[in-house]
Nanobody
Framework: QVQLVESGGGLVQAGDSLRLSCVAS??????MGWFRQAPGKERGFVAAISSGGGSIYYADSVKGRFTVSRDNAKNTVSLQMNSLKPEDTAVYYCAARMTWSIMAVLVTTSAYDYWGQGTQVIVSS
């Protein structure tokens, strides 16, 4: 069992940066994912990182702007978000699953066993 707690969201202007964090309790050897959900839309994939940090996937919409990383000594996964756009406005969730997999699997919400409560990011134009 693992509990996930996100933090770092807020209100920023377009072009600004934010860094989200997700602290995990319990085991740390999980594949971690970041998802986001805008009002009226389905929860969508942002990024995933393997337990050791050696494998990473990004959604095309954030590639080159967002960076996912992890510090297993601190049980923390981070999402550095640069050059933010209004369309990045959403509630951001971190999620965990036991194993790494192909991207087609890791982009789906059903692939993850544990979820955090989410943190709101609002990007004004």
């Amino acid at each position: 069992q693992v509990q996930l707690v996100e933090s770092g969201g807020g209100l920023v202007q377009a072009g600004d940066s934010l860094r989200l964090s997700c602290v995990a309790s319990g085991r740390t050897s999980y594949t971690m994912g970041w998802f986001r959900q805008a009002p009226g839309k389905e929860r969508g994939f942002v990024a995933a990182i393997s337990s050791g940090g050696g494998s990473i996937y990004y959604a095309d919409s954030v590639k080159g702007r967002f960076t996912v990383s992890r510090d297993n000594a601190k049980n923390t996964v981070s999402l550095q978000m640069n050059s933010l756009k209004p369309e990045d406005t959403a509630v951001y969730y971190c999620a965990a699953r036991m194993t790494w997999s192909i991207m087609a699997v890791l982009v789906t919400t059903s692939a993850y066993d544990y979820w955090g409560q989410g943190t709101q990011v609002i990007v004004s134009s």
